[in-house]
């Protein structure tokens, strides 16, 4: 939670200071909870909150994105294992909210 709020708190104050021409969103997974590096533990609802909050932000801005893929290392390496899934599924989420906000689809 703390994370999402510094988040929320410091973002659109960042945007409106340095008033960029191009943002690149490196959306890794790895503050999931199920991520064997990370030390965040978000949860994949949070991961989801954070995607929205960068897009809604620099949408509102008028500013175009590139958003490119990092982290992510579950738990299991086991592809039917729920971390393996968890993990692959909130990569997929970067690209469904991103579709969400800016195409107004899931």
């Known amino acids: 939670q ?3 709020e510094t988040l929320s708190l410091y973002l659109p ?3 409106h200071r340095v008033r960029p021409n ?3 969103f490196q959306a890794g997974v790895d503050p999931h909870e199920q991520d064997r590096l990370g030390r965040l533990v978000l ?3 949070g991961l989801r909150e954070r995607n929205r909050l960068v897009y809604n932000t620099v949408r509102a801005h008028g500013v175009k994105l590139v958003v490119t893929m990092g982290g992510g290392y579950p ?3 086991d592809e ?3 971390a393996f899934d968890t993990i692959m599924q909130a990569h ?3 690209y469904r909210d991103m579709a969400e906000v800016y195409y107004g689809r899931p």
Do not use: K
């Open 2 to 4: 703390e994370y999402l």
């Open 13 to 15: 104050e960042l945007m």
């Open 22 to 24: 191009l943002v690149f």
């Open 43 to 45: 949860s994949r609802a």
């Open 75 to 77: 738990n299991s390496s």
């Open 80 to 82: 039917a294992s729920a």
């Open 92 to 94: 997929a989420d970067v």
